[in-house]
Structures are given as structure tokens and as C-alpha cells.
């Protein structure tokens, strides 16, 4: 969901999309889940942060879309809440589980149950979500559309805020 509801409201507010996913792969020539599989998590974790660093300091309007693990890092952080509004989607870990079909594709929830995964993996992570984000939605019951309207909503009313 993140990247699909990202380039959403990029398009709704007429900006660029960036996914820091891409621009790991783009860095580093490889896949994440060859990057994950060559050097492992740290690795991949340390390329994340200069990524996040990139994106962090373009000049143009952008919806940047992070993986799950970005918030843990307190540079990733920082980063994010210097350059912008940051939105916080989050969802159960059963409507997770189903969004990611099983975890194709995910280092992470490739060798585990993905829900028994994505629960521990919540319990860890959201401290750090609740430090990186202006706000969060619950994105449970939401459609794809209804999301990306809502993230469109906080992002102009922080802009709002800060005028």
C-alpha cells in the first residue's frame, strides 16, 4: 500500500513520487532482496539511510514512500521531520498479512508467519513511528483512495498550520 498510496497523492497534489526502496535498488544495481540475501540487513539498513538522506534533501515537491524499517533509525528520523510532513499509515496486522500476499518479496516475512511477524514487528516498531510521525491513519478499513485523501488532508492542514 505505501507506494500505491503515494504515487496517489503525489498525483492528487501535483508532485513528484519518490520510494526509497527504488533509490536503494537504483544505488546499489540490486534488488533489495538480493541486498538483504549478499550482505544482510545491516547493509541493506545502511544504504537505506543515505537513501533517505537523498530524498530528504531534493529541492523538488515529493511524496516520499519509506519501507517499515526507515522510522527505526533516529538519522531516518530526523531527516524526515526536517523535510517535511510525515504520515504514519498504518493498519491491523491481519489487514497487513493480507496486503503483503504472504510476504513475497519481503526478506523480512519471507522465512516467518507474516502476521505472527508483522504483530511482533508492530510491538517493536511503534514507539518509533509514533516519534517519526506528524500523524497517523488507520488505514484498516480504508480504500486506497479514502487513504490518500486523508494523507492529502494533513499534509494541508500542517502547510496550513505552518503559514
Not at 63 to 71: E, L, Q
Not at 107 to 132: F, G, H, I, N, Q
Request: net charge negative; glycine share 6%.
Amino acid at each position: 500500500g505505501k507506494s500505491t498510496v503515494g504515487r496517489d497523492c503525489a498525483s492528487l497534489l501535483g508532485f513528484e513520487f519518490i520510494d526509497t526502496d527504488d533509490v536503494v535498488e537504483a544505488q546499489s544495481a540490486m534488488s533489495i532482496a538480493d541486498i538483504f540475501a549478499t550482505f544482510g540487513e545491516a547493509e541493506f539498513r545502511r544504504r537505506e539511510v543515505l537513501a533517505v538522506a537523498d530524498v530528504a534533501r531534493t529541492p523538488i515537491a515529493a511524496v516520499i514512500a519509506c519501507g517499515g524499517g526507515v522510522a527505526l533509525d533516529p538519522a531516518n528520523r530526523k531527516a524526515l521531520r526536517a523535510t517535511g510532513v510525515v504520515v504514519w499509515l498504518d493498519a491491523t496486522p491481519e489487514v497487513l498479512a493480507k496486503r503483503v500476499h504472504g510476504g513475497r518479496g519481503r526478506p523480512l516475512l519471507a522465512s516467518v508467519d507474516p502476521l505472527v511477524e508483522l504483530t511482533r514487528m508492530r510491538s517493536l516498531r511503534e514507539p518509533a513511528y509514533d516519534a517519526a510521525a506528524d500523524a497517523r491513519i488507520d488505514s484498516t478499513a480504508l480504500t486506497r483512495s479514502a487513504t490518500a485523501d486523508a494523507v492529502v488532508q494533513i499534509y494541508e492542514r500542517e502547510v496550513e498550520n505552518v503559514r
